[in-house]
């Protein structure tokens, strides 16, 4: 196997809110802290080859797209490292982030907000390549018109406004905008979540049919199991701050390993099963702030056993498989006996 | 694939002249744009159009102190406001008084918007020890009134037209920092921020090219307010005799030289000045109204 | 004669800079007791309005010009704004999108839920305190009796959308409206809310008009459907037949377009062009520019053709399975 492009190595993510000066000082009486710590991401470990799409699923809380920033150098990981070839993303100075390479652009799930509403869509695309002098001033113009066109839009289309267009159409310019960086792997968040259905197959297929062309290697994040099923070569299941199930697109879909992706699958409509066929996890996500003691999914999970409670799966290959999963089920058992729970 | 390419896009009416017709739905706002203009214009080209140069001391004559409005002085032309004690005709004072007036208010307000642009959005920019370190200061001057800064610094700096203007800069630039933290701290959280700051683009392309555009409607009111009230403090500045002498006569100087005739019959020296000013500051505040009124995102349909 | 909501050639313009635009045209629909119809479009097409319209929640610039909208048989265009608001939550109740529109941040869910109840029924605190408690275990909400007492941002997104429908419920209306109600929840929560709300409409008897622009979610809930372009409805029938059997091209290409369908990878089946612009609509068949069967009859005004329970508005439907 080749060398992967991108390597996340055992990354995680802690967010923290300081106190404020007076409940400082209360702390300092009380011998207690009252700042808070959110853990996004605990230990992710993962790695994309050059050509490969890879898919991040997940609900609210599960951490998928502060992976997606973190990839993308806008946050750097409070622990571990992110290698693009080798070589760091992003690098904290201070309070502020360097990003260091322009190859990981971002594609953002909103282009109602990610395009700035004051510049010619021209200028947006072609800021970038200017900044970095990927292109001389006078191809930067023909280059725009290119790029516009590889999305779907005129050249003449350079000289508006963001507001002049439809969603579906600014999402394509968010493209060309992250096209314009030659980057080596873009990262979509929920890069067409907010789009109508009929707008969203056509963004999708150009998002295909980009990849065929230009070779891209990518990271999408998205909360759409059919979406992804689509579009990916390899999905990653979050569930709070983990990977809980790492797999092959076709392995993952007829053969999910993990309780909570079994459960997610059986939970999501999908067209054309017919009325009510669907059968919902029970319970609510738990609060990142104050997770779960063990295996996170224990509470909501119909096959946990007392070791779920205490102990933390970690990711194990499944046997005769591609796929890795974190749970007790795949390792050992989950401390009830043997045949006691119906699979 | 060319049939991805989607429906033209279609032209939509432009921002700015939707904003031009939004502006014209109040009458009032219309009225005082044009006084405005009517004002800018008489004072600039007050040379021209005023009847004398109440500069030229040569040209003043003792003997039409204290005319009435609507005599005619030894100048051979009608003193429609009448003329003060030195017999400068009021009319023309009031012109060049207005210049000053409009100078003043309008580079103070330029400077403070300037310099508080600046401060707002390095505070908003950069968060943490700078954020808090140029706030404090912006709500510890804030708390302050600004008549009381201004005069405090005209005591120290002296007379003049420089020093007046730095005085209001210094006194005002803390609303602009205000508001441009405000609106930049909102905008700051926005994708297309993120998306610059990812691809990535110098931190100073960020704050002037993506943010600085995006704070500037609100920011925009907040200058015709401030140059209003520039105004209104420098006139108030010399009427308290700290500003400008008579010899280089603005609005305030004008009532503080009639006010002392005031409880004679001799209204005009400080009435007709008195009036200029309140025009000038109100029709610049109802302007200022209408922007906000026509800006506010909750207008917008 | 079971027809809890019957609405007919409901119409609803509103005045904005580029001029009259009408987002609800002449729609007409009715909903037995305890059936769950599906309105589905995209944006712009004018379903929110709708359920709006019905309400009589439209606000200016935006007006209710025509129809009539009967429930249990009493047409509320035709009563006082005053009687019209006296049945909002007593007889039609609504359901958005963001519960917070419902739920006051700042008085406890027991509290608004029982001020709630002595709106339209005259009883002790104590007394609607137990209905609230009671309506709370209908929608499968644990521990209902704590939860009253809690704030609503002490609940999650799932939880605050279970009180805002409990809300709805709490008078037992003949019909509710939910405005995308789950769209803003993960899955495995919205799962257990549609599920709720399929054995609430079975067992409750209430008719409900679920609007949504995800076909998944409708196919899996609805009884019937019915498929909204640029204000219209275009198809209409029972769920299966709308969705195993569409007929108006428009209802065949987004059916087409859900990636589910395909095999994984391939190019997806597209409607080209944008959602329109209601300020700007083609004459005849809004579908017109976009649609792949489009021919010059379509400039003039599509017939209504179709068998039974399933219509559709076209000129040239699929044919009929």
Redesign the interface.
Same mark, same amino acid.
């Given at each position: 196997m080749k060398e992967p492009l991108l390597t996340v190595e055992s990354i995680h993510k802690r967010f923290t809110r300081k106190p404020g000066l007076v409940m400082r000082g209360i702390d300092r009486l009380s011998g207690r802290s009252s700042g808070t710590t959110v853990h996004a991401l605990s230990d992710v470990t993962l790695s994309v080859a050059a050509g490969e799409v890879l898919g991040l699923v997940g609900?609210?809380g599960c951490g998928k797209s502060t992976l997606g920033r973190i990839i993308s150098g806008i946050y750097t990981p409070s622990d571990g490292r992110v290698l693009l070839d080798g070589a760091p993303v992003a690098r904290a100075r201070g309070n502020n982030i360097e990003k260091l390479t322009t190859r990981v652009q971002m594609i953002h799930q909103d282009p109602f907000a990610s395009l700035n509403p004051r510049m010619k869509v021209g200028e947006t695309i072609a800021e970038g390549p200017r900044v970095h002098k990927l292109a001389s001033a006078g191809d930067v113009r023909k280059r725009v018109r290119d790029l516009l066109q590889q999305v779907g839009l005129e050249g003449a289309y350079a000289d508006r406004l963001p507001h002049q267009f439809?969603?579906?159409?600014r999402q394509r310019i968010a493209i060309a905008r992250a096209l314009a960086m030659e980057p080596d792997l873009l990262v979509l968040d929920e890069a067409v979540a907010s789009l109508?259905?009929?707008?969203?197959?056509?963004v +999708?297929?150009l998002f295909?049919?980009l990849r065929r062309k230009l070779d891209l290697t990518a990271v999408f994040i998205s909360?759409d199991?059919? $979406?992804v099923?689509?579009?990916c070569d390899r999905v990653a299941i979050m569930y709070l701050g983990r990977i809980v199930e790492l797999a092959s697109?076709?392995e993952l879909y007829e053969k999910p390993q993990h309780p909570y992706t079994k459960? /997610?699958f059986?939970? $999501? *409509?999908? /067209?054309?099963?017919? &009325?009510?066929?669907? =059968? @919902? %996890?029970?319970g609510?996500?738990p609060s990142p702030l104050n997770p779960p003691k063990g295996c996170a999914f224990h509470p909501r999970c119909p096959m946990a056993g007392p070791r779920c409670r205490v102990d933390l799966p970690a990711l194990k290959p499944v046997a005769g498989t591609a796929t890795t999963v974190a749970c007790h089920l795949n390792d050992g058992g989950t401390g009830i006996e043997k045949g006691s729970h119906a699979a | 694939?060319a049939?991805?390419v989607?429906?033209p896009v279609?032209a939509? *009416?432009a921002r700015f002249r !939707?904003f031009c017709a939004d502006f014209a739905r109040s009458p009032v706002a219309v009225i005082s744009l044009i006084l405005i203009f009517g004002l800018l214009f008489v004072s600039f080209a007050a040379p021209l159009v005023s009847p004398q140069d109440p500069y030229d001391l040569a040209k003043l004559d003792w003997l039409d102190a204290f005319l009435k409005p609507g005599t005619v002085g030894s100048g051979g032309y009608v003193h429609i406001l009448g003329t003060d004690n030195a017999g400068r005709d009021m009319l023309s004072a009031i012109f060049y008084g207005l210049r000053t007036s409009f100078v003043i208010g309008l580079s103070a307000g330029v400077l403070a918007l300037v310099i508080g642009i600046c401060l707002g959005l390095a505070a908003a920019y950069f968060g943490g020890r700078i954020e808090a370190l140029i706030m404090r200061i912006v709500d510890l001057q804030l708390s302050m009134p600004a008549i009381l800064l201004a005069l405090v610094l005209v005591a120290v700096l002296g007379q003049g037209v420089g020093q007046i203007i730095l005085a209001l800069v210094v006194a005002q630039y803390a609303y602009f920092a205000r508001t441009t933290h405000g609106a930049a701290t909102v905008e700051r959280g926005k994708d297309y921020i993120e998306a610059a700051r990812s691809t990535p683009l110098p931190t100073v392309r960020v704050l002037f090219r993506h943010l600085l555009p995006n704070v500037l409607p609100p920011l925009i009111v907040v200058a015709t307010v401030q140059v209003a009230s520039a105004i209104a403090l420098e006139a108030t500045l010399s009427f308290l005799g700290v500003g400008l002498p008579l010899t280089e006569p603005s609005l305030g100087s004008l009532i503080a030289n009639g006010f002392k005739y005031i409880h004679t019959d001799r209204y005009w020296l400080s009435i007709y000045p008195g009036i200029f000013l309140m025009v000038t500051v109100v029709a610049i505040n109802l302007v200022g109204d209408q922007v906000r009124t026509v800006l506010d995102p909750r207008q917008n &349909? | 004669m079971n027809k809890a909501l019957d609405v007919r050639g409901l119409t609803t313009r509103f005045e904005?800079?580029?001029g009259m635009v009408t987002a609800v045209n002449g729609v007409s629909f009715s909903v037995e007791r305890g059936r769950i119809m599906g309105l589905v479009g995209?944006?712009g097409s004018g379903k929110s309005v709708t359920g709006f319209s019905i309400l009589g929640l439209i606000d200016e @610039?935006g007006k209710v010009v025509a129809g009539e909208v009967l429930v249990d048989g009493q047409d509320l265009r035709a009563l006082s704004p005053d009687a019209v608001r006296r049945l909002r939550g007593a007889r039609v109740a609504m359901v958005f999108q963001d519960p917070m529109m419902t739920l006051n941040p700042v008085l406890r869910i027991g509290d608004q839920m029982a001020m709630a109840v002595r709106v339209h029924e005259k009883m002790s605190k104590r007394t609607a305190w137990e209905k609230a408690r009671q309506t709370l275990e209908i929608v499968g909400i644990p521990s209902p009796a704590e939860r009253l007492k809690a704030y609503p941002h002490q609940l999650?997104g799932?939880?605050r959308q279970r009180v805002a429908i409990a809300i709805a419920l709490l008078h037992r209306p003949s019909v509710i409206i939910a405005d995308e109600p789950t769209t803003a929840l993960?899955?495995?929560?919205?799962? =257990?809310i +549609?599920?709720e709300v399929?054995r609430l409409a079975d067992e409750t008897g209430t008719a409900i008009v679920w609007v949504t #622009?995800? +076909?998944?979610?409708i196919?899996?809930?609805?009884?019937d459907i019915c498929v909204m372009y640029a204000g219209r409805i275009v198809e209409r029938g029972p769920?299966?037949d709308v %969705?195993?059997a569409p007929r108006h091209p428009y209802t065949v290409? /987004?059916?087409?377009? $859900? @990636?589910?369908? #395909?095999e994984?990878?391939t @190019? +997806? *089946?597209? %409607?080209?062009?944008?959602?329109p612009?209601l300020s !700007?609509l083609p004459t005849g068949c809004p579908f017109r520019? &976009?649609c792949p069967r489009a021919t010059d009859i379509c400039a003039s005004e599509p017939p209504i053709v179709g068998e039974g329970d399933h219509t559709v508005s076209c000129h040239h439907p699929m044919e009929a399975p």
């Open positions: 609900e609210s439809s969603g579906g159409q109508d259905v009929s707008i969203q197959a056509q +999708l297929n295909m049919e909360h199991l059919s $979406v099923r689509h579009v697109a076709r459960a /997610l059986a939970s $999501v *409509p999908t /067209l054309g099963t017919g &009325r009510a066929a669907f =059968q @919902p %996890i029970k609510e996500i | 694939m049939d991805t989607s429906a279609e939509r *009416p !939707n &349909r | 904005t800079r580029s995209e944006s @610039p999650s799932g939880m993960d899955v495995s929560i919205q799962g =257990q +549609l599920a399929r #622009h995800d +076909l998944a979610v196919s899996s809930l609805a009884d769920a299966e %969705i195993g290409g /987004l059916i087409g377009s $859900v @990636p589910s369908l #395909h994984p990878g @190019p +997806l *089946p597209q %409607i080209p062009g944008s959602t612009q !700007n520019p &976009r």
